[in-house]
């Protein structure tokens, strides 16, 4: 039975095809122009009017035609209709859509144009209202929505679909392509094809505009000008007022995400060989896509996803600091005291010691310009990747003699986005981004042991903000502002107890702890009482809170209960 169906089917699509009449070279008899962008108009006009082409037009593009000399027929001649509604009509009309829509290739729809009395289009040149520049320029919704095109991404659309007959231009960087074939003889299919594919993108960066705007701006704006629309919605005494619901109400989640970034580099490849790969950069962020490379090979997928993580561990903290990322898990953090002689240098000096096995070949992030100091330190080790916000000349200099070494200078306002998304498949994940930024111990609740000395306290709060940088379940050990043992990513926090004791061997003595969710257990938090750590600091919440204050009790160890937790998945 289906075998039938796909056989008639396919007869039906071959006794469609044979109505076509094959169309490549198409002369241009008569041309549509409307643009908002006058550049280059008059050349073009010039050449089709040379070319005995019939030129119709609307509005300011026919009088500045007109203007130069050249006849132009008015598209409301060919409506019957005047342009009306403050411009808002012009071209919306079958006198105009069937002449471009009709497939000439089909000699019915040829017989319907005949018997209406229209005349087919080869060439369309729109460009659209300048709503982008518009909303730049700080206009007030009123004025914005004044400036979202109708009738031209109609025309654009139509033409392009119709590209087997009819030749869009929506760009003047392409009037000069359009201007040599029109003296040629017309256009070719192959051509038509390009401009229709660049017309299609022009359409949808367009949409992509508008649908941004309304999402980003109009509802915020809507009470703040009481000349859109008629002013607030709710003026209306008998319009009921939106329950005070928080959930909705104080979201930060848009009902829409509109993603839209330009390919910037093809990478060489993905995570493995075998995976193609590419970077796109979105407009107007500031991140690791937008770092200045100044020295080294191509960065490949796994540098940039691993220097994301070095900056996001680096610029957590406001003091000068370093972090060393090694396949998105840090392998060592530490801060310097801004007094400190080359405060960044040290910050590296110390965040390598944490492991230095794990550092080779990894990738740097300091939230501080590289000095010359660090830079001799950092050109003794294998190092992928060092990303800054910028490099002294003697730096650069030491650092530039290393052939591989990937150079990156962040820029100057580097920000992290209010909203982190992840790709599952068949949609997205949204979460506010996680900048908290109270890490001060004053708000903790002491749940055993004695209270912690005022050094101890600052070595808990740094290791409180360093742990959320490691992949969960995240232990982390700490002592002087640096990462002395991390345990991450392990499938039980018993497992990543015992990797940060056994990375910071005897430093483990002494040593303070930081867990990035509660212990669901005892035994966790004994392996870390048995390494000598001296102060835990943890959110706390677990049924079995009772046994693991237990512990730290029995072994005299101050812990902390913080009520918040940093999950990094």
């Known amino acids: 039975m289906s075998g039938h169906t796909n056989n008639g089917q396919s007869n039906q699509a071959a006794s469609a095809a044979s109505l076509y009449r094959e169309r490549d070279l198409i002369k241009v008899q008569r041309a549509l122009i409307s643009v908002s962008d006058k550049t280059g108009l008059l050349e073009l006009a010039a050449t089709l009017v040379a070319s005995g082409v019939e030129i119709v037009s609307t509005g300011s593009t026919a009088a500045t035609i007109r203007e130069a000399g050249h006849d132009v027929t008015d598209v409301s001649a060919v409506t019957g209709f005047p342009e009306s509604l403050d411009g808002r009509v012009k071209t919306l009309h079958p006198g105009v859509h069937a002449g471009i829509l009709a497939d000439l290739r089909l000699e019915s729809h040829e017989a319907q144009l005949n018997d209406l009395g229209i005349a087919a289009f080869q060439l369309v040149v729109v460009n659209l209202y300048p709503f982008v520049e518009t909303v730049e320029s700080g206009a007030k919704p009123a004025d914005v929505i004044e400036q979202i095109d109708i009738g031209g991404p109609a025309l654009v659309r139509a033409a392009a ?6 030749a869009i231009v929506v760009d003047p960087a392409n009037y000069g392509e359009l201007i040599a ?5 017309g256009s070719t299919l192959k051509l038509r094809q390009k401009l229709a594919s660049l017309a299609f993108e022009h359409t949808a960066d367009y949409d992509l505009s ?4 309304f999402t ?6 809507w009470e703040d000008d009481n000349e859109f629309l008629g002013g607030d919605p709710l003026d209306d005494d008998s319009a009921e007022e939106p329950e005070d619901d928080a959930s909705v109400e ?10 839209e970034a330009e390919r910037n580099a093809i990478l060489r490849y993905g995570e493995n060989a075998h995976q193609a790969a590419a970077l796109y950069v979105g407009e107007g962020g500031q991140g690791i896509a937008q770092a200045l490379q100044l020295h080294g090979k191509e960065m490949s997928y796994n540098n940039y996803v691993d220097a994301d993580a070095a900056v996001r561990a680096a610029y957590d903290f406001t003091e000068p600091a370093v972090a060393i990322v090694k396949h998105s898990n840090p392998c060592g953090i530490a801060v310097a005291a801004a007094k400190t002689p080359d405060s ?3 910050a590296h000096r110390r965040a390598h010691d944490c492991d230095p096995m794990s550092a080779f070949g990894g990738v740097i992030a300091a939230n501080r310009p590289v000095t010359l100091a660090m830079a001799e330190t950092v050109s003794h080790i294998f190092t992928e990747v060092l990303v800054a916000p910028g490099f002294e000349p003697e730096a650069l200099t ?3 003699a290393k052939k591989n070494i990937r150079l990156l200078e962040l820029p100057a306002d580097y920000e992290r986005s209010s909203l982190e998304l992840r790709q599952i498949s068949g949609g997205l994940l949204v979460q506010e981004t996680d900048t908290f930024e109270d890490f001060s111990s004053a708000g903790w609740a002491l749940v055993a042991g004695p209270e912690a000395d005022a050094a101890t306290r600052t070595d808990l709060e740094f290791a409180w903000k360093a742990c959320r940088s490691v992949k969960s379940n995240a232990i982390l050990l700490a002592h002087g502002g640096a ?17 940060a004791v056994s990375r910071a061997a005897d430093r483990a003595a002494g040593s303070v702890a930081a867990s990035d969710a509660f212990f669901p257990f005892a035994d966790g938090l004994q392996v870390l009482l048995d390494a000598g750590v001296t102060a835990v600091v943890q959110p706390g919440g677990s049924v079995r809170d009772e046994e693991v204050i237990a512990a730290a009790t029995a072994a005299g160890v101050s812990m902390y209960f913080t009520g918040e937790r940093h999950f990094f998945h």
């Open 210 to 213: 508008v649908s941004a705007w």
């Open 181 to 185: 074939a029109v003296e040629t003889g």
């Open 250 to 259: 104080d979201s930060p989640f848009p009902d829409g995400i509109l993603i």
């Open 344 to 346: 960044i240098a040290s």
């Open 398 to 400: 030491v650092l530039t």
């Open 483 to 499: 990462s002395v043992g991390v345990g991450m990513g392990q499938v039980n926090r018993v497992d990543s107890c015992h990797l």
């Open 161 to 166: 679909k119709n590209h087997a007959n009819v």
């Open 216 to 221: 980003d701006n109009v509802y915020d704006q």
